[in-house]
């Protein structure tokens, strides 16, 4: 009788001793997720200098390029049978690519076609493109305030000349920016 409780006792202390290290472990991997949490919270600038949502802006969006001459609009027929999903603009090389509203950078590397790529993420499903460009200024994760230099416009990813291809997209599908410029 003994050695049956005395065994029994062992194997309880065996069986807290598991739940123990697993509640350890389990805490431990709580606290590694709220560190991640804080070093990505603490990423978010402690004040936007313009937090207004997307939709807002309509008609108030400043061209991504300046002097810029539109050399293909949305819609326009493309090779193929394809149509333009947004504006190709005419400018000189390593001309300043800005942002047209805050957002993060989402994606900031090459892309077959696209050459160069800039996407901006600015939430509630909201994406701008900046594609063939000469030479990226951020990187993903970088947060930016409308009028910011994301690129220097160039001809990459097969551009037939020096320009600037940019995209206003909601939810993956393609918008006419020409209601949303100032």
């Known amino acids: 009788m003994r ?3 005395l065994a029994g006792l062992e194997a309880a202390f065996k069986s807290r001793e598991a739940r123990l ?12 997720l709220l560190a991640e949490l804080r070093d990505a919270i603490a990423d978010i600038p402690k004040r936007l ?8 802006r309509r008609g108030q969006l400043p061209l991504p390029v300046d002097g810029g001459r539109v050399l293909e609009r949305f819609g326009a027929a493309l090779p193929g049978g394809l149509q333009s999903d947004g ?4 400018v000189a090389r390593r001309t300043p690519v800005r942002a047209v509203a805050p957002g993060r950078v989402a994606y900031a590397d090459w892309l077959k076609g696209y050459g160069l790529l800039l996407i901006l993420d600015h ?6 493109l900046y594609a063939h460009n000469d030479r990226l200024s951020r990187g993903v994760g970088d947060w930016v305030g409308q009028g910011d230099t994301l690129a220097r416009a160039g001809d990459s990813g ?10 206003l997209r909601r939810n993956g599908q393609p918008v006419d920016p020409r209601g949303w410029w100032r």
């Open 3 to 5: 050695r049956q409780t």
């Open 21 to 32: 290290a697993a509640l350890g472990r389990d805490q431990r991997a709580v606290e590694a």
């Open 49 to 56: 200098d313009d937090d207004r949502p997307f939709p807002s």
């Open 87 to 90: 504006v190709r603009f005419a």
């Open 123 to 128: 939430g509630d499903g909201w994406m701008s």
């Open 158 to 167: 097969g551009a037939s000349q020096t320009a600037l291809y940019f995209e």
